[in-house]
């Protein structure tokens, strides 16, 4: 049973990066597709982007200018890096996996971490 | 980009009842259409994907239905832990986007 867990700051302040790390466990982060998204406080799920294991991203246009996402196969781990936060980065962030190419269904989910941003 | 539009927002049912929750997606999406159960401080977790196919380990009560723009969820006898918030989701094409999410509350 894979099992992904998000970490890093919780606090960012307006302007600076927000850099979070996605630990994949009880699986291999070969050929699946990794994904981030957000829930702002009381709005619904945004698709941040997703990474497959190869390396290939696909971002969500509205936030591409901003972000980059990568892995780190020897450590199991998958990075966001959103550039140039403003308050309304402010979100439950989520990692994902999709298994397979073919529904890109999300099986696996981290349990989120806020990260608030706020001088 | 595909807006997901679902509906009702809201909806109050009982332990035991039918409950079906509509998605409509602003340009046909075929059949790549997932449904996802969210609750407060917990991963969300995946129902049915394809539209029409369920999640392993997903109870039965639990079906989707529809292709092209019109897609149901339905949860055939309401058991207490299904009080959630439902989401659609398309992943046809980038973005992936979201429905705004039903909540499901106690009547």
């Known amino acids: 049973q894979v099992q992904l867990q998000e970490s890093g700051p919780g606090l960012v302040k307006p302007s600076e990066t927000l850099s979070l790390t996605c630990t994949v466990s009880g699986g291999s982060l070969s050929y699946h597709y990794w994904s981030w998204i957000r829930q702002p406080p009381g709005e619904g799920l945004e698709w941040i982007g997703y990474?497959?294991?190869?390396?290939?991203?696909y971002y969500n246009p509205s936030l591409k200018s901003r972000l980059t996402i990568s892995t780190d196969t020897s450590k199991n781990q998958f990075f966001l890096r959103l550039d140039s936060v403003t308050a309304a980065d402010t979100a439950v962030y989520y990692c994902?996996?999709?298994?397979?190419?073919?529904?890109?269904?999300?099986?696996?989910w981290g349990q989120g971490t806020l990260v608030t941003v706020s001088s | 980009d595909i807006q997901m539009t679902q509906s009702p927002s809201s909806l109050s049912a009982s332990v035991g009842d039918s409950v079906t929750i509509t998605c409509r997606a602003s340009q046909s999406i075929s059949t790549y259409l997932n449904w996802y159960q969210g609750k407060p401080g917990k991963a969300p977790k995946v129902l049915i994907y394809g539209a029409s196919n369920l999640q392993s380990g997903v109870p039965s009560r639990f079906s989707g239905s529809g292709s092209g723009t019109d897609f149901t969820l339905t949860i055939s006898s309401l058991q207490p832990e299904d009080f959630a918030t439902y989401y659609c989701q398309q992943s046809l094409s980038i973005p992936w986007t979201f429905g705004q999410g039903t909540k499901v509350e106690v009547k």
């Open positions: 990474i497959y294991y190869s390396g290939s991203t």
């Open positions: 994902a996996r999709a298994p397979d190419r073919k529904w890109l269904r999300l099986d696996s």
